[in-house]
Each structure stands twice: as structure tokens, then as C-alpha cells.
């Protein structure tokens, strides 16, 4: 070392005990922190990945089921249509009118309550995982 070298008088000092315990357990402190941390995102991660699995099959489901519901009411929009051009009175048309408008009420009010219900099962199952993940993370974190 060269007498100009700033550095060449530091005497080295020893930090007292209590902080080095201090700093320590600052530190073992901030690794558990990070652990946690860290685990709880992994979960969340795999919680998402969960939910967005449900959520997309619902949507394919309840598109499938609108798709259904739409052929069957087209087909029944058909049906009348072909009972109507054979219709020979004023009476008999009105007659039909009003049977395929209660029919048609009927089925509709039975298609939305089923859509609602299935709607709601799958909003259900989708925030399932979440729910879940969110108790086991409380749980760790408590």
C-alpha cells in the first residue's frame, strides 16, 4: 500500500453485537417475506390459469347453449309459418297466433331461466379457484 492511499489508515471496527443481531434479523425477516411473497403469486398464478379455464369452457358452453336455443326457435318459427299458409279462416289463424305466441312465451321464459342458471353455475366455477386460493393464502400468511 502507498502512503497516499486514503484508505491505508482505516482501522477496521467491529459493529456491536446488537446490531449485527439487528441487521440479521432484519434480513431473515425480509428472506421470509420474499418467500411468502413469492409463493402467493405462484398460487395466484395457478388460481388465474384455473379461473380463465372455467371461464373459457363457459363461454363455449353458453354460446353452445344460445346456438341450441336459436336452431330450436328458428325451427319452431318455421313450423308455424308452414301451419299458417294452410290456415282456410280468419278464426283459425287467430287461434294459431295465439297458441304459438303461448307456446312461445313458455319456451322462452324456460330458455331464460336455464341460461341464468347456467350462468351463474359458471360464474360459480370460476371464481372457485379463486376463492379458494385466497383461503390458503390467508391461511399461510396468518
Same mark, same amino acid.
Do not use: C, W
Given at each position: ?15 456491536p453485537?446488537?446490531?449485527?443481531? &439487528? ?15 413469492k409463493?402467493?403469486? %405462484? ?9 380463465y379455464?372455467?371461464?373459457?369452457k363457459g ?13 330450436i ?5 318455421f ?9 282456410k279462416?280468419?278464426p283459425?289463424?287467430?287461434e ?13 321464459t324456460?330458455?331464460?331461466k336455464?341460461l341464468? %342458471? &347456467?350462468a ?11 376463492k ?5 393464502? &390467508?391461511?399461510?400468511?396468518?
Amino acid at each position: 500500500m502507498s502512503a497516499t492511499d486514503p484508505f491505508s489508515t482505516v482501522v477496521p471496527f467491529q459493529l456491536p453485537e446488537q446490531v449485527r443481531a &439487528f441487521a440479521e434479523k432484519g434480513v431473515s425477516t425480509a428472506r421470509d417475506g420474499y418467500q411468502k411473497l413469492k409463493e402467493a403469486a %405462484e398460487s395466484n398464478n395457478g388460481a388465474l390459469e384455473a379461473a380463465y379455464t372455467t371461464a373459457s369452457k363457459g363461454a363455449h358452453d353458453y354460446t353452445t347453449k344460445l346456438l341450441d336455443i336459436a336452431k330450436i326457435n328458428t325451427e319452431s318459427a318455421f313450423g308455424f309459418a308452414q301451419l299458417l299458409i294452410g290456415v282456410k279462416s280468419l278464426p283459425e289463424a287467430f287461434e294459431l297466433v295465439n297458441a304459438h305466441a303461448r307456446a312461445q312465451y313458455e319456451a322462452l321464459t324456460a330458455q331464460s331461466k336455464d341460461l341464468a %342458471e &347456467f350462468a351463474q353455475k359458471v360464474a360459480t366455477e370460476t371464481v372457485e379457484p379463486i376463492k379458494a386460493n385466497a383461503a390458503k393464502t &390467508f391461511k399461510l400468511s396468518a
